[in-house]
């Protein structure tokens, strides 16, 4: 059972292992989800940075007149932001088109219809052209213009306005692509300082803007975002660094600019550590285009790079954040460029993951191998456990160093992998539990029963070798104590004797093979494995002592019971004994034959618990004094054995250490023929302190010289 559910927990932890690879949209959109709340949990902490929103609000559409404004308009709104002091100027706008309201088109088109002087050339129209005006207001200031991805095919080509090194195995490889992007009117290209994509995903196709690409690959040569070629102007650079893995082609680590080192994803994306959003980022566009010096728009404005937008809801550029709320998308780009300057980066790369697999490998094998010995219970303790320490390890990454660590992936897999063992166990473990309890009630406790299950094993019936532990008790002078009572009255008091002594051995987590008259025959070792099945029968012994003496006193015999118990250890043959009818669980061996023969020792040694020297070699932990050797009916040769007086906490005592030193020293006068009734005695009295059966087994040692020669 247990190398099965190990076996079952590995191939369950390899397939998921398996999913996980692959990846599939249930699992992204869990992880994205995750890492979402770890934003809200603690978002990025809003700081005084020089980055504003120049907002086409509502109220500017309302006071200025509905979108798209003329372009003698944007050209003032331009020379506004510079009179201002605006370090920057980025449009989130695109322009691809020549102005419709312009009146120099206005102009030639009434020309043409005969409706003004014919034949005006475009060099007399110029001086009423907004494009140009605008145009003339770009060149003037630090301008960022926009572009998008297009599907249009025909589209002319863009250059970016900076350059672009590449370090590594050609990593703009790995650049999202812009196979057409919408063109600037070549007026307004000429005249900017700069061209960015004003798209913040791929394709605009996310939901919940959580990564914007820093760069995107075009058939003309790289372009950069909206927001990153504002910040270049800002520094003064005129060159982006894309590096890359010296090995892996088109693979991004990261960008840099200037002082900044921008860490990246492969395809060269920036995740996004959200700030929310406040009304301070935001100047109306109105506000900047009102007449006269205002004092708080100027030092709103002065000194920072401006980018403009809109978040009327009517022109469609209304965005989510990883925090949930939605926010115009040219705020993203702004945020985009504080979180550059501020150095909060969120980094996620190939180690990350790596280590996420190898936690859920972690979490599931912990699982599997509590299981398989403990049980669900202690499976579900250790996984909790488990699962703690990796979300605890998840936020201590994600709030000390940025890192988003997916604790979503090791906590579901190991749950499903817990699912599928526990799932198991129900459906084939239990039903081999009923098998076995049906098969073992005739001969094993409840309690041994209850571990059998709890512990899984896959019991070996109709015969196995293996070494146990066989003790034998039994009632000393019986025969006149029975004299004594009426057959009920005897009956009642060996069932609440064998009753006591019978707890005594379960407790210890022994097997009681059968009562035979007024002997009990236990065994250890089987059908459980017990490493210590020695010494656990051994305390087995000194508790059926300590039962004896609550039962004698009592008062439920007429008077006093002795007990001799005698332990042997080695190899047998265990299973059921019987015909196939009827049958029992026993053991079977020459140990069982020498268990019976030290028990009827226990008499010529004068003492109640009397060992094997097999048993007591492994048991040397507790409290023994050598018996000798010993002649046993119907063994050939002498048998060494000792006595058990009590356990470790004894065997550790300055009086019992005292007692095995002149214990020894009388042996070895009694081995050499001396003369040793005075050790003896000093044996015997030191003997009595420590337990007073002792006394029994002193007087009757002076009679067995023999038994140490």
């Given at each position: 059972?247990?190398k099965?559910?190990?076996?079952?927990g590995c191939?369950?932890?390899?397939?998921?292992?398996?999913?996980?690879?692959?990846?599939?949209?249930?699992?992204q959109?869990?992880?994205?989800?995750?890492?979402d709340?770890?934003?809200?949990?603690?978002?990025?902490?809003a700081?005084?940075?020089?980055?504003?929103?120049?907002?086409?609000?509502?109220?500017?559409?309302?006071?200025?007149?509905?979108?798209?404004?003329?372009?003698?308009?944007?050209?003032?709104?331009?020379?506004?932001?510079?009179?201002?002091?605006?370090?920057?100027?980025?449009?989130?706008v695109?322009?691809?088109e020549?102005?419709?309201?312009?009146?120099?088109?206005?102009?030639?088109?009434?020309?043409?219809?005969?409706?003004?002087?014919?034949?005006?050339?475009?060099?007399?129209?110029?001086?009423i052209?907004?494009d140009?005006?605008?145009?003339?207001?770009?060149?003037?200031?630090?301008?960022?213009?926009?572009?998008?991805?297009?599907?249009?095919?025909?589209?002319?080509?863009?250059?970016?306005?900076a350059?672009?090194?590449?370090?590594?195995?050609?990593?703009?490889?790995?650049?999202p692509?812009?196979?057409?992007?919408v063109?600037?009117?070549?007026?307004?290209q000429?005249a900017?300082?700069?061209?960015?994509?004003?798209n913040?995903?791929?394709?605009?196709?996310?939901?919940?803007?959580?990564r914007?690409p820093?760069?995107?690959?075009?058939?003309?040569?790289?372009l950069p975002?909206?927001?990153?070629?504002?910040?270049?102007?800002?520094?003064?650079?005129?060159?982006?660094?894309?590096?890359?893995a010296?090995?892996?082609?088109?693979?991004?680590?990261?960008?840099?600019?200037?002082?900044?080192?921008?860490?990246?994803?492969?395809?060269?994306?920036?995740?996004l550590?959200?700030?929310?959003?406040?009304?301070?980022l935001?100047v109306?566009?109105?506000?900047?285009?009102?007449?006269?010096?205002?004092?708080?728009?100027?030092?709103?404005?002065?000194?920072?790079?401006?980018?403009i937008?809109?978040?009327?809801?009517?022109?469609?550029?209304?965005?989510?954040?990883?925090l949930?709320?939605?926010?115009?998308?040219v705020?993203?780009?702004?945020?985009?460029?504080?979180?550059?300057?501020t150095g909060?980066?969120?980094?996620?790369?190939?180690?990350?993951e790596?280590?996420?697999v190898?936690?859920?490998?972690?979490?599931g094998?912990?699982?599997?191998?509590?299981?398989?010995?403990?049980?669900?219970?202690?499976?579900?303790t250790?996984?909790?456990?488990?699962?703690?320490?990796?979300?605890?390890a998840?936020?201590?990454?994600?709030?000390?160093?940025?890192?988003?660590?997916?604790?979503?992936?090791?906590?579901?897999?190991?749950?499903?992998?817990f699912a599928?063992?526990?799932?198991?166990?129900?459906?084939?473990?239990?039903?081999d539990?009923?098998?076995?309890?049906r098969?073992?009630a005739?001969?094993?406790?409840?309690?041994?029963l209850?571990?059998?299950?709890?512990?899984?094993?896959?019991?070996?019936?109709?015969?196995?070798?293996?070494?146990?532990?066989?003790?034998?008790?039994?009632?000393?002078?019986?025969?006149?104590?029975?004299?004594?009572?009426?057959?009920?009255?005897?009956?009642?008091?060996?069932?609440?004797?064998?009753?006591?002594?019978?707890d005594?051995?379960?407790?210890e987590?022994?097997?009681i093979?059968?009562?035979?008259?007024?002997?009990?025959?236990?065994?250890?070792?089987?059908?459980?494995?017990l490493?210590?099945?020695?010494?656990?029968?051994?305390?087995?012994?000194?508790?059926?002592r300590?039962?004896?003496?609550?039962?004698?006193?009592?008062g439920?015999?007429?008077?006093?019971?002795?007990?001799?118990?005698?332990?042997a250890?080695?190899?047998?043959?265990?299973?059921?004994?019987?015909?196939?009818?009827?049958?029992n669980?026993?053991?079977?061996?020459?140990?069982?034959?020498?268990?019976?023969?030290i028990?009827?020792?226990?008499?010529?040694v004068?003492?109640?618990?009397?060992?094997?020297?097999?048993?007591?070699?492994?048991?040397a932990?507790?409290?023994?004094?050598?018996?000798?050797t010993?002649?046993?009916?119907?063994?050939?040769?002498?048998i060494?054995?000792?006595?058990?007086?009590?356990?470790?906490?004894?065997?550790?005592?300055?009086?019992?250490k005292?007692?095995?030193?002149?214990?020894?020293?009388?042996?070895?006068?009694?081995?050499?023929?001396?003369?040793?009734?005075?050790?003896?005695?000093?044996?015997?009295?030191?003997?009595?302190?420590?337990?007073?059966?002792?006394a029994?087994?002193?007087?009757?040692?002076?009679?067995?010289?023999?038994?140490?020669?």
């Amino acid at each position: 059972m247990r190398k099965t559910v190990i076996v079952l927990g590995c191939i369950l932890l390899g397939l998921l292992t398996l999913v996980r690879a692959q990846d599939p949209l249930p699992i992204q959109s869990v992880r994205e989800a995750y890492f979402d709340l770890l934003q809200r949990l603690q978002p990025r902490e809003a700081a005084d940075l020089p980055v504003r929103v120049v907002d086409i609000d509502e109220a500017s559409l309302r006071e200025l007149g509905q979108w798209p404004w003329p372009r003698d308009l944007l050209a003032q709104l331009v020379d506004r932001l510079h009179d201002y002091g605006a370090a920057v100027v980025a449009l989130d706008v695109l322009f691809p088109e020549p102005d419709r309201m312009s009146p120099a088109r206005l102009a030639a088109t009434l020309s043409a219809q005969g409706l003004l002087a014919p034949g005006l050339s475009p060099a007399d129209l110029a001086p009423i052209d907004s494009d140009r005006h605008f145009a003339e207001a770009i060149a003037r200031a630090p301008v960022v213009l926009g572009t998008s991805q297009s599907t249009d095919s025909a589209a002319p080509p863009i250059a970016g306005k900076a350059g672009v090194v590449e370090i590594g195995e050609s990593p703009a490889l790995g650049l999202p692509p812009i196979s057409h992007a919408v063109p600037i009117l070549p007026v307004l290209q000429e005249a900017a300082a700069g061209v960015g994509v004003v798209n913040i995903s791929p394709f605009d196709a996310a939901t919940v803007i959580r990564r914007i690409p820093l760069l995107w690959r075009t058939p003309e040569g790289v372009l950069p975002a909206l927001s990153i070629e504002a910040l270049r102007l800002a520094l003064g650079e005129t060159t982006y660094i894309v590096a890359g893995a010296p090995d892996l082609s088109g693979f991004v680590e990261q960008v840099r600019l200037g002082q900044f080192q921008i860490p990246t994803t492969p395809d060269g994306s920036l995740w996004l550590h959200y700030r929310h959003d406040t009304p301070d980022l935001y100047v109306p566009a109105h506000a900047v285009l009102a007449e006269g010096d205002n004092p708080d728009v100027r030092a709103r404005l002065e000194g920072q790079i401006v980018l403009i937008g809109t978040s009327a809801a009517g022109l469609l550029d209304i965005r989510t954040t990883s925090l949930g709320e939605n926010v115009p998308g040219v705020s993203i780009h702004a945020q985009m460029i504080e979180q550059i300057l501020t150095g909060g980066f969120l980094r996620r790369d190939g180690i990350v993951e790596a280590s996420e697999v190898i936690s859920f490998l972690a979490l599931g094998l912990i699982v599997t191998l509590v299981m398989s010995f403990a049980g669900p219970l202690a499976s579900i303790t250790a996984g909790f456990v488990s699962a703690l320490l990796v979300i605890g390890a998840s936020w201590i990454a994600f709030t000390r160093a940025g890192i988003l660590f997916d604790a979503t992936f090791p906590l579901i897999g190991g749950f499903l992998a817990f699912a599928g063992l526990t799932a198991y166990q129900f459906v084939i473990a239990d039903r081999d539990k009923r098998m076995i309890r049906r098969s073992f009630a005739h001969y094993v406790a409840p309690s041994v029963l209850s571990q059998i299950e709890r512990g899984g094993h896959r019991l070996e019936l109709g015969g196995v070798m293996k070494p146990v532990t066989v003790m034998f008790s039994d009632i000393r002078d019986f025969t006149p104590l029975s004299e004594t009572m009426t057959a009920h009255e005897l009956v009642e008091l060996l069932n609440r004797l064998f009753t006591e002594l019978g707890d005594e051995i379960l407790v210890e987590q022994g097997t009681i093979d059968k009562f035979i008259g007024d002997a009990i025959m236990a065994f250890w070792n089987a059908p459980l494995d017990l490493p210590d099945h020695e010494a656990r029968a051994s305390l087995a012994a000194l508790r059926m002592r300590q039962a004896l003496a609550r039962f004698n006193a009592s008062g439920a015999a007429p008077k006093p019971v002795r007990l001799a118990l005698g332990l042997a250890s080695g190899t047998v043959c265990v299973g059921n004994i019987g015909s196939r009818d009827r049958f029992n669980y026993t053991v079977v061996g020459e140990t069982v034959n020498l268990a019976a023969r030290i028990e009827s020792g226990c008499r010529r040694v004068g003492y109640d618990i009397l060992l094997a020297q097999a048993t007591a070699d492994a048991a040397a932990g507790l409290a023994l004094l050598p018996a000798g050797t010993l002649t046993l009916k119907g063994v050939s040769e002498r048998i060494p054995a000792s006595i058990l007086v009590g356990d470790m906490e004894l065997a550790a005592t300055d009086g019992f250490k005292d007692l095995v030193r002149l214990h020894a020293e009388m042996l070895a006068a009694l081995a050499r023929s001396d003369p040793a009734d005075a050790l003896l005695s000093r044996c015997r009295a030191a003997g009595i302190a420590i337990e007073p059966g002792l006394a029994g087994f002193y007087d009757a040692l002076a009679g067995r010289s023999d038994d140490f020669r």
